[in-house]
Each structure stands twice: as structure tokens, then as C-alpha cells.
């Protein structure tokens, strides 16, 4: 490939759209050509994200017409969606409409709930709707970078933030065999995993200095992760998810607990782990207990284990917006459109947020 990719950003004032444009600005082939707001159109990207106005000063939000415009203009485009379930399925299905009959190469990570699943009756069983692009279910692989080498349709569903650590640290004791499929799993997430919009449980002066549960063993988005893992690696696994609030503002922490099929102890684990994620440059294995802020504003994800020798236990932690979100998706675009997976993506972590 060579050349610059016009690329397309929905969901465009949210929090997720806002981590992709910071990625955008600094990666090397991706070039920004519209950010759409349903709100906003019109208005200056720097007004909703200040922090941003260095590299998008000049730059406003477009609407729907103005990207389906676009999108008949260019030979080649890639679309994120960071729009949020429910609205992503129909505003993609009619921008590929609209790239299809201009004959246009469009690809699309859509980092919603709405192309996670490859049936509508999965998908309404847990979001309580109706589908709105079911016919396009086929065209999506959801699954994280790491666990698949071959993608076989022409978008990608991107899994999520909590998905995403509790896939990292599961997959491996699932594809070795190392415990039965059974996972219990902790989860601690930040506020920004519950995007822009202020509600109770995300209000500043209820999480701060607090840590809570919600939704135990009902959330939405272990289905989601069931899904992924048996599409991976053919096995039906239960994911026992119990969610916090944790009280900062980026950054998740998961812990996945099972008992072991056979005795093997913390080092053997650790290796086994090393050996797993070998060929994946964002996943790094670690010695000691893994801290949120080694990894939070970047694309990386560092795993620990421990072993008692009957049970073990794998923590992982990743930035929710960026390898839960933004990140991730940039990668899956690279590798979609024949670059070096790590494009754009190597920043490190500042350490003191
Ligand atoms: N936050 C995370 O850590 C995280 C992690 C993984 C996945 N996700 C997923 O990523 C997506 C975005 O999350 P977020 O945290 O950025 O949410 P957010 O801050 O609430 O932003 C979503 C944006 O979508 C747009 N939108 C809202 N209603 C719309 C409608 N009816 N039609 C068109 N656009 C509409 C709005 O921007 P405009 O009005 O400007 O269009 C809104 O700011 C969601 O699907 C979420 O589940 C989030």
C-alpha cells in the first residue's frame, strides 16, 4: 500500500472518537478525511476536545450527508464507528451502501456492541432490540488481534474494553487446556469506560475515592466475551464477570480466576503465557503484579499469573479507550489494510496521570 487512507470517524463528540482522533494525528498512513457528529455537525472539533486543538484547529464536524458524500469520492476509505449500539449498524449499512454503488474499497471497525455476534437472536436476546443490519452479521469478525492471525471478512468487530483484558488473560488457559471452562472474572473499570454522557453511577463526586460493584454475573458483556472465545477456540466457556467501578478515569483491571486441571506452578504458568503471546508486540508479560498506569493512554496490555498449584489466577490490565477501544481498532485497520500491525501505535505510557 502506499499513500495516504482517507479515513472516517463516527460517533464523532464521544470519548472513543476523541482517543481515535489523538491516535489519527500522529499515525502515518491514516489521514483524517471527516469526523462525523449527529449532534454537532458543524461545529469545531477543538470545541469538544480541547486537548486536541493542536492538531485539529482548523477542522469541524461533518454530517451524515456530508460522509455519504465522501465516501462516493474516494477509491479506498476506512470507517471507525464510535458510535454507540444500536445506531452504529445503520449509519455503517448505509455508508457500505453508499461505497458500494461508487464502487469504493470501504473497510470498517466498528467498536459498538452492534457486529459482535453472528446472529440478529444473539444480539437481541441481550440488547433488546431488533437488529438493525442483520443481513451484514457475515461480513464482521469480532475478535481481538491477538487471537486471530487470518481475517476472513472484509470489517472487524472490535470486542470491547472489558473483553478485551478478560480475552487476553483467558484465551491462553483455555486454548492450553489449563483449567476447565469455567472463568471466574473481576473487573475494574474507569469512568471513561461509560463514555461522555454524565449518569448516576459515573457522576465524579459518587466514584471517586469508592469502588463499587454492578451488574454481577448480569452484565452485557459477558455473553460477548463467551461469543469470542468460542468462536476462537471452539470451546464453550462461562465467564463468571463481576464489574467495579473503579475510582480514575482510564484503564481497566481484570483478574481471571479457575482451578487447575493438573498441578503447574506460577513459573510454568508465566512461560506458558510468554510462549502464547510470543509473536504479539503489545502484549507484555510481567513478573510482578501489573499496574493500570503502566499501561494507560497506550495500546499495550501487561499480563502477571500466579499459581497456588490447584488454582490460578491471571491479572491483565489495558487502557479502556485506547487497547479497549481506539487502539485496538487502529490495529485491526493497519492489519486490514496490509500495514504493520504496531502503525502509529508504539507511544509509551507517561507513567504519572
Ligand atoms: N468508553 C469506552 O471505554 C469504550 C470501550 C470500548 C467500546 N466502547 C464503545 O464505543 C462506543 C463509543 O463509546 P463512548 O464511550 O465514546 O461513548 P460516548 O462518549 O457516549 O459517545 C458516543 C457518541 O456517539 C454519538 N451518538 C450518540 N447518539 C447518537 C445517535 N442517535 N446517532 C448518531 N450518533 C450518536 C454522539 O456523538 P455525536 O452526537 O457527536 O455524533 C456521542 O458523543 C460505544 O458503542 C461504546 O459501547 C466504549
Redesign the pocket.
Known sequence: MSGFVPTVVL???????GELLRLLAAHPRFELAAV?????PGEPVAKAFPHLAAAYGETR?KSQADVEALVTRVPECAVFS????G??AA?IDSLLKAASQAGTRLRVVD???DFRFRSAAEYESVYRHAHAAPARLAEFTCAVPEHLRELKTPHVA?P??FATATLLASMPLLSLGLTPPVLYVTGITGS??????PVEGTHHPLRHSDLYSYNALAHRHAPEVAACARAATGVEAEFAFVPHSGPFARGIHVTVQAPLKSAVDTSKVLAALREFYAGSPFVRVTDSAPRVKEVVTTNYAHLCAASSGRTVAVMCVID??NK??AGGAVQWMNRIFGLPETEGLTACAPGWT
Open positions: 460517533g464523532g463528540t464521544g470519548y472513543v472518537a462525523m457528529s449527529d449532534s454537532q464536524f464510535a458510535a454507540p449500539h445506531v452504529s449509519l467498536i459498538s456492541a472490535h470491547g474494553c471513561t469506560g461509560a463514555g461522555r454522557k479502556n479507550l479497549g477501544a
